[in-house]
């Protein structure tokens, strides 16, 4: 790929979200010029870090979006070939408004691409929580990309992250469909990376929601940042690419593993020290933890 001479513009929307910040830096790393979208927050140490590179990268350019307000939407689009839409909430999922606000605001994005002629692709980051939370999540025996999750039991049981990529990702679809854009989506599982617990710490635990469940049945997967980054742009760059696609580096299945997942997330979430060395406490310790933030699911 030619590093003087981008192949095209991308925007990130939301850029500011954990993904969004690091598919930034890897497309301006591979000589994209880029379109930062970013919906104002007070408190976000990411967005501070975007409005620093812009004073010194040529290639991208800061937009503040609504993504409610679907003038500011098309603002950001403008000239770019490819959208990386990352809705995000950083205060984390605790109420079903938030998946009304997520659901609204894919809407959003998709329609303004189909009214922006320069658009050849949408990938969309959803969440493997879109697709594995049902009834029946002990005794499915296959979880792939034509899974999706149970409206009613995440309902029931306040699933509200679930709820919202699911939800959100199925009004992408069905309005990409409708308007003949080309979209892709990419579905991670837990994000882990540098500086998680610091810069995504609320998503992180309103994905841990139910993280005991998800061990028991095999469906705790987690996934590398910058892999899932790089997993993004992949999926604009093949012009094959297609659908759903399930995104992580490893499945928790063991007591070892359980245990470096915790210690991954640390201090988000906290190893007393005096177990550390001690096999026998790993998979304790994990339960206890992912109890306390299972809500009793």
């Given at each position: 790929?030619?590093?003087?001479?981008?192949?095209?513009?991308?925007?990130?929307?939301?850029?500011?979200?954990?993904?969004?910040?690091?598919?930034?830096?890897?497309?301006?790393?591979?000589?994209?010029?880029?379109?930062?979208?970013?919906?104002?927050?007070?408190?976000?140490?990411?967005?501070?870090?975007?409005?620093?590179?812009?004073?010194?990268?040529?290639?991208?350019?800061?937009?503040?979006?609504?993504?409610?307000?679907y003038?500011?939407?098309?603002?950001?689009?403008?000239?770019?070939?490819?959208?990386?839409?990352?809705?995000?909430?950083?205060?984390?999922?605790?109420?079903?408004?938030?998946?009304?606000?997520?659901?609204?605001?894919?809407?959003?994005?998709?329609?303004?691409?189909?009214?922006?002629?320069?658009?050849?692709k949408?990938?969309?980051?959803?969440?493997?929580?879109?697709?594995?939370?049902?009834?029946?999540?002990?005794?499915?025996?296959?979880?792939?990309?034509?899974?999706?999750?149970?409206?009613?039991?995440?309902?029931?049981?306040?699933m509200?992250?679930?709820?919202?990529?699911?939800?959100?990702?199925?009004?992408?679809?069905?309005?990409?469909?409708?308007?003949?854009?080309?979209?892709?989506?990419?579905?991670?599982?837990?994000?882990?990376?540098?500086?998680?617990?610091?810069?995504?710490?609320?998503?992180?635990?309103?994905?841990?929601?139910?993280?005991?469940q998800?061990?028991?049945n095999?469906?705790?997967?987690?996934?590398?940042?910058?892999?899932?980054?790089?997993?993004?742009?992949?999926a604009?760059?093949?012009?094959?690419?297609?659908?759903?696609?399930?995104?992580?580096?490893?499945?928790?299945?063991?007591?070892?593993?359980a245990?470096?997942?915790?210690?991954?997330?640390?201090?988000?979430?906290?190893?007393?020290?005096?177990?550390?060395?001690?096999?026998?406490?790993?998979?304790h310790?994990?339960?206890?933890?992912?109890?306390?933030?299972?809500?009793?699911?």
């Amino acid at each position: 790929m030619n590093q003087e001479k981008p192949i095209s513009y991308c925007c990130v929307l939301d850029a500011s979200t954990y993904v969004g910040f690091w598919i930034l830096k890897r497309l301006l790393t591979r000589g994209y010029s880029v379109h930062a979208a970013i919906r104002k927050n007070e408190d976000s140490v990411l967005e501070e870090e975007i409005r620093d590179m812009e004073a010194k990268e040529e290639r991208l350019e800061v937009y503040d979006v609504d993504v409610l307000d679907y003038q500011s939407i098309l603002i950001s689009l403008n000239n770019c070939n490819a959208v990386f839409c990352c809705l995000d909430n950083p205060e984390g999922y605790d109420e079903e408004k938030e998946v009304d606000l997520e659901v609204r605001g894919a809407i959003n994005v998709v329609e303004a691409c189909a009214r922006t002629e320069s658009i050849e692709k949408i990938v969309f980051s959803s969440s493997l929580t879109a697709a594995i939370w049902t009834d029946n999540i002990g005794t499915q025996k296959d979880v792939d990309e034509k899974c999706w999750s149970d409206l009613d039991f995440c309902l029931k049981k306040k699933m509200w992250h679930a709820l919202a990529k699911m939800q959100s990702e199925k009004a992408a679809w069905a309005l990409a469909m409708d308007r003949m854009v080309n979209m892709v989506s990419v579905n991670p599982g837990l994000i882990v990376g540098p500086s998680v617990a610091q810069h995504n710490s609320r998503p992180t635990m309103s994905y841990l929601k139910g993280a005991a469940q998800m061990y028991e049945n095999g469906v705790l997967a987690y996934v590398d940042v910058e892999f899932v980054a790089d997993v993004h742009i992949r999926a604009f760059e093949d012009t094959s690419a297609c659908g759903r696609y399930f995104c992580f580096n490893q499945i928790v299945n063991t007591e070892e593993e359980a245990l470096k997942l915790v210690q991954t997330l640390s201090p988000l979430i906290p190893m007393p020290p005096r177990y550390i060395f001690y096999y026998h406490y790993y998979i304790h310790i994990f339960f206890v933890i992912c109890k306390i933030y299972s809500y009793n699911i």
